[in-house]
């Protein structure tokens, strides 16, 4: 079966511009996960959907970020205006059900210069 | 507060010898530990799970919950097995919390 894919792979921008990152899960994929990942750590969850409802945002700089998934498949998660910190591999993943194994896709390295 | 630690950031050992990758955590409730790999220019991945008490890729893990451990063993290094590895805990939702990664080299 073909994996989450995520666009674009890398972006660079600069420091108060707009970007927003892709992600479609694997077909058949009820939740779906956006990671932080900065350079030196693990992953961090931003948000988690199920279907098209938010089940965690917990840790979503919701002054900056936010994620949509309209139609309960492919989502997109924005982030308006970005900080040097921001600097990260964005990663998406998804599950078949909450806690089934997740499946990550490639990430989106993000450089804020 | 949850917290998973891996303690070394670079574990380097010989092909063939014993490889233990730590990893401890912090949690209140009933824990469900996960190993993930991500070999080179490659996605992250699962490598084993707690509760399905597996071995893969000759890899185990066993949960110790009086140390609060779940470190990650091989008794035979091999080059392949170069990657970085993390430790995860579940909580709650099946939200994943992560440890900083261990990354295993194995030289010939």
């Known amino acids: 079966e073909a994996g989450v894919a995520q666009s674009p792979r890398y972006k660079i921008i600069e420091k108060r511009q707009s970007v927003a990152f892709w992600c479609n899960p694997i077909?058949?994929?009820?939740?779906l996960y956006w990671y932080q990942q900065i350079l030196g750590q693990g992953p961090k969850l931003l948000i988690q959907f199920q279907n098209n409802g938010v089940v965690d945002d917990s840790q979503l700089p919701k002054d900056r970020f936010s994620a949509e998934r309209l139609k309960g498949v492919d989502s997109t998660l924005k982030i308006q205006p970005a900080k040097l910190e921001d600097s990260a591999v964005y990663l998406c993943a998804s599950s078949y059900l909450i806690d089934s194994e997740q499946f990550f896709g490639p990430g989106t390295r993000l450089t804020v210069l | 507060a949850q917290r998973v630690t891996q303690p070394e950031k670079l574990l380097s050992v010989f092909k063939g010898a014993p490889v233990e990758l730590k990893c401890n955590y912090s949690y209140s409730g009933s824990p469900e530990l996960f190993w993930y790999v991500q070999y080179s220019r490659q996605r992250l991945q699962l490598l084993l799970r707690h509760i399905s008490r597996e071995s893969i890729k000759g890899f185990t893990a066993d949960l110790n919950k009086g140390e609060t451990s779940f470190h990650l063993k091989k008794p035979f290094a091999q080059e392949e097995d170069s990657a970085m590895y993390y430790c995860a805990l579940s909580v709650y939702t099946d939200k994943l919390i992560f440890g900083t990664g261990t990354r295993l080299q194995v030289f010939p």
């Open positions: 077909s058949g994929h009820a939740t």
